[in-house]
């Protein structure tokens, strides 16, 4: 089955912008979903298919793909924004659906 | 409200059998694709199981011929029937509700708050 890789921890200053990639094969065929997890909650959904945020979702979060690579920026970020993000799609082979590694954000 | 409220977790012993339930508000499961993921502690989210609107279900390779996803109409309500329970089953489970925003966009939504699985004697 397919994997998506992103880069372990990322750090950004507050009011910083930084930005988070997965890459993987199935992102070719399929808009990567990001999340943000912390500590002790279920996971949030904060963009879907090529830009879009659900109802609630600051403004500040957006998303871009290009090729194998989702990203995902956070421009001005918030002491609250500390979390970890996971990216997912769909998955062209194997098992149908497929979790990045995720990414621990730590605003300093 | 839209909501999915988990419940059955616990402590199994290995080899041992447990069944989750998900409970959904505010929307019907049935006329949904439905999934299982699962975190183990300390560790990055991890797909276990789906079934879709039609009835279709697939599973992770990690758990294939162990466990089951099914569905009760009547009560809207999503269950994993967990066999054959191994130490490396242990995790946080959380049901989800997919949605799909065009052919190649779709994410989980909506999430349940979680129910710890404990494979331990």
Redesign the interface.
């Known amino acids: 089955s397919s994997e998506l890789t992103q880069d372990p921890a990322v750090s950004v200053a507050l009011g910083q912008t930084v930005r988070i990639t997965c890459q993987g094969d199935s992102l070719r065929s399929y808009y990567a979903s990001w999340y943000q997890q912390k500590p002790g909650q279920a996971p949030v959904l904060v963009i879907y298919g090529k830009n879009n945020r659900p109802s609630g979702i600051p403004d500040r979060f957006s998303g871009s793909s290009s090729g194998n690579t989702a990203s995902l920026t956070i421009t001005g970020a918030q002491a609250e924004d500390e979390a970890d993000y996971y990216c997912n799609s769909r998955d062209s082979s194997g098992n149908p659906y497929v979790f990045g590694t995720g990414t621990k954000v730590t605003v300093l | 409200e839209v909501q999915l409220v988990e419940s059955g977790g616990g402590l199994v012993q290995p080899g041992g059998s447990l069944r989750l339930s998900c409970a959904a508000s505010g929307f019907t499961v049935s006329s949904n694709y439905m ?1 299982w ?1 699962r975190q183990a502690p300390g560790k ?4 276990v199981s ?1 079934i879709y609107s039609g009835g279709s279900t ?1 599973y ?2 990690s758990v294939k011929g162990r466990f089951t996803i099914s569905r009760d109409n009547s009560k809207n309500t999503l269950y994993l029937q967990m066999n054959s329970l191994r130490a490396e089953d242990t995790a946080v489970y ?1 049901c989800a509700k997919e949605t799909w ?2 052919g ?6 909506i ?4 129910t710890m699985v404990t494979v331990s004697s």
């Open positions: 999934s993921v990055g989210l991890e797909w789906v697939y992770a390779d959380y925003y065009s190649s966009s779709r994410a989980f939504d999430w349940g708050q979680g």
